[in-house]
């Protein structure tokens, strides 16, 4: 490919999105550049404050638990309050809450300020997803959120370098470092990013009623989206819960782990971005099958590991389906969601991931202590097979193009006009 080939590709990745779209990436970015707590908490409790492996891992269950409260929570405010105070609200509340953490000696004040470091760090992830759906046209948005997993995997693995090195000296260092970060991000949101909230007239409230949770919890065809979403992530999650273990148990080194985890964020880095080229207007149907599978049997190859090649070589198959379902499911969760109630549904949907980091530890951990490793690989492959039945069976009528799925949606949205307030069209802006 000549370089002027791939100077046009580029371009045709990165442009034709909204001014707004680039300053929410932009926040993000800052956002995971600062990650520092869930990385290094276990190694932070374990080695620098003396407390045994039981506790740490106690600590990171209330962490997830927390999270697991807050998203739905924060999908209400985000369709009451609106994207932007949601999001201030939840990314101060975090930089609080982390500073105060790295303070904390009591394990009782420790366990306790974890959890609410938990709700406070997913409280914004259903506001962040609905203002990118709000601001970017339905034909961009898998492109849009693509680059937006981009930019979560090129903070995490960036910030991930420099933490440990910040952490050999100062613990501290670290957690105050996160909280200045994640200030800073709100700070973005604050100055640069509107409100994006379709605002409702009074003749559309009239013909359509309010969506509450138990709206969301009655829509059949997402809430399978929802359970198949927590399937494959419960999947996904054991490159981070079970790999380590597995591993460990077969006479690996951490760097050894380290090195096959690390082609994860490799690949997620490169790859993403032309990979999103080729699937951005496929059938998204066909892709979370797909996707679905190849996870399964990424992972189920893992029972035939015995060198770090091969364990590299199975992580490079399941982060490919990764890079291909992050995005594609992202995006069908938009198209199934009431333009009027996307803060709610991408709260509910946020829950499938936040249960599956409860569930995946517990899991892997007993399955492997009572039937060995290989089982747990095995039914990695079971489960992700099922979760590619029942997306071709959920599935099954879902229109093949970008355009709005109709199902409950509001007519006006698929011709709806920039409302004061929303974000710059889309016609306006350039990528930086």
Request: aromatic share 10%.
């Amino acid at each position: 490919m000549s370089v002027a080939a791939v100077g046009r590709a580029a371009r045709e990745s990165f442009a034709g999105l909204p001014r707004a779209f680039w300053w929410l990436w932009l926040s993000t970015l800052v956002n995971r550049l600062g990650g520092f707590v869930a990385t290094f908490m276990a190694l932070y409790l374990t080695l620098d404050r003396g407390y045994s492996a039981s506790y740490a891992g106690l600590v990171a269950a209330l962490h997830g638990l927390g999270g697991v409260l807050s998203t739905l929570v924060a999908g209400v405010l985000t369709d009451r309050l609106g994207r932007r105070p949601t999001m201030m609200i939840a990314q101060s509340a975090t930089a609080v809450t982390v500073a105060l953490l790295g303070f904390m000696v009591d394990p009782l004040a420790i366990a306790g300020v974890a959890f609410l470091v938990g709700m406070a760090s997913n409280a914004s992830r259903p506001a962040v997803q609905a203002m990118m759906a709000d601001i970017v046209r339905p034909e961009d948005r898998v492109r849009a959120f693509s680059l937006n997993y981009w930019a979560v995997n090129l903070g995490f693995a960036v910030s991930s370098i420099g933490a440990g090195f910040v952490a050999q000296y100062s613990y501290l260092a670290g957690f105050l470092g996160e909280a200045v970060m994640t200030m800073a991000c709100a700070i973005v949101v604050f100055l640069k990013l509107p409100e994006s909230r379709p605002e409702r007239t009074a003749r559309e409230r009239a013909a359509e009623p309010d969506i509450g949770l138990f709206s969301v919890l009655r829509d059949k065809r997402f809430m399978g989206v929802v359970g198949l979403s927590f399937l494959v992530a419960v999947v996904f999650q054991q490159g981070f819960v079970g790999l380590p273990i597995a591993m460990g148990t077969a006479g690996f080194s951490p760097a050894d782990y380290g090195l096959a985890a690390g082609v994860n964020g490799l690949l997620v880095v490169v790859l993403q971005i032309p990979v999103t080229r080729f699937i951005e207007h496929r059938d998204p149907r066909r892709l979370l099958v797909i996707s679905s599978v190849l996870a399964g049997y990424g992972f189920g190859l893992t029972a035939f590991a015995g060198s770090i090649g091969v364990f590299m070589l199975t992580v490079c198959v399941w982060t490919l389906a990764e890079i291909v379902n992050a995005p594609t499911q992202t995006g069908l969760v938009v198209r199934l969601s009431p333009v009027h109630g996307r803060g709610r549904y991408q709260g509910v949907y946020s829950l499938s991931w936040a249960v599956a980091a409860l569930v995946a530890p517990l899991m892997s951990g007993v399955i492997i202590d009572r039937l060995g490793a290989a089982w747990l690989w095995g039914l990695c492959a079971l489960v992700g097979t099922a979760a590619g039945i029942g997306y071709a069976l959920l599935m099954r009528g879902l229109p093949r193009g970008a355009e709005e799925i109709v199902v409950r949606r509001p007519r006006q949205e698929r011709t709806r006009a920039p409302t004061s307030g929303a974000a710059p069209a889309p016609d306006s802006a350039n990528p930086r």
